[in-house]
């Protein structure tokens, strides 16, 4: 069975890309994705999001093996009203918005009893807010 390391490995091959080619366009440190890519490691969602951007591929396929990633970059994505609007206010990068609408979206996969709801400008603020207390450099 193949791990999420695997995976990456597989995409960045199938780029013809070193480890260092994919640790610059991720944003990464090349120890920690050989770490990664060797098992050695866990990877969270932030930086699994940050390296499935750099290889156009989804989350859902390097953590799961689904094959949805050649539709990855062709499928719209549907960034709420109130979102576009926080974002907006706070001059968000477009992959800064997405990085916010896949985090929302991670917690709600991981409380799927809870029923999904379009939150409010408020809502996105606090979440923003949340990850930036984590993440105080990005």
Not at 72 to 79: D, G, L, N, P
């Amino acid at each position: 069975m193949s791990t999420p390391g695997d995976r990456i490995r597989a995409a960045r091959e199938a780029k013809n890309w070193k480890q260092e080619d994919l640790a610059n366009e991720a944003r990464i440190s090349k120890g920690f994705l050989s770490d990664v890519e060797n098992d050695k490691r866990d990877i969270g969602a932030r930086y699994l999001l940050q390296i499935a951007d750099a290889l156009g591929v989804t989350m859902d396929y390097l953590q799961k093996g689904k094959t949805t990633a050649a539709k990855a970059k062709t499928e719209a994505v549907s960034i709420p009203p109130s979102l576009s609007e926080f974002a907006e206010e706070l001059k968000l990068s477009y992959a800064q918005t997405l990085t916010l609408l896949e985090a929302r979206q991670s917690v709600l996969f991981r409380r799927s009893s809870r029923k999904a709801t379009t939150p409010t400008k408020e809502e996105w603020k606090k979440l923003h807010a949340a990850i930036k207390q984590l993440y105080p450099d990005d």
